[in-house]
Nanobody
Framework: VQLQASGGGLVQAGGSLKLSCAASGSRFNINRMSWYRQPPGKQRELVATITSGGSTDYADSVKGRFTVSRDNAKNTMYLQMNSLKPEDTAVYYC?????????WGQGTQVTVSS
């Protein structure tokens, strides 16, 4: 299974971006898909998670601003990010977990200017 993240870029504070994470090489819907981020000089942190059934969970820092969704038919997960803040600047990674297996996508840079 390979995960491909895309959609990052440079945006002004208060703006929006939508990230995508496409899974390939899988014949099944990955049980749990997640977005993580790693700000400069900091550890990677969990941002949002969505199960194949659509249950979601968010870090407190993004609740009310970010929305995670997925299209099981396309095996793709999304992260709609609104009201972006400079502290949201990070490399964003997607991750898939299914049983004992897990996979990481490459990162996509999100930079929010003040």
């Amino acid at each position: 299974v390979q995960l491909q993240a895309s959609g990052g870029g440079l945006v002004q504070a208060g703006g929006s971006l939508k990230l995508s994470c496409a899974a390939s090489g899988s014949r099944f819907n990955i049980n749990r898909m997640s977005w993580y981020r790693q700000p400069p000089g900091k550890q990677r942190e969990l941002v949002a998670t969505i199960t194949s059934g659509g249950s979601t969970d968010y870090a407190d820092s993004v609740k009310g601003r970010f929305t995670v969704s997925r299209d099981n038919a396309k095996n793709t997960m999304y992260l709609q990010m609104n009201s972006l803040k400079p502290e949201d600047t990070a490399v964003y990674y997607c991750k898939g977990d299914h049983g004992w297996s897990s996979w990481w996508g490459q990162g996509t840079q999100v930079t929010v200017s003040s």
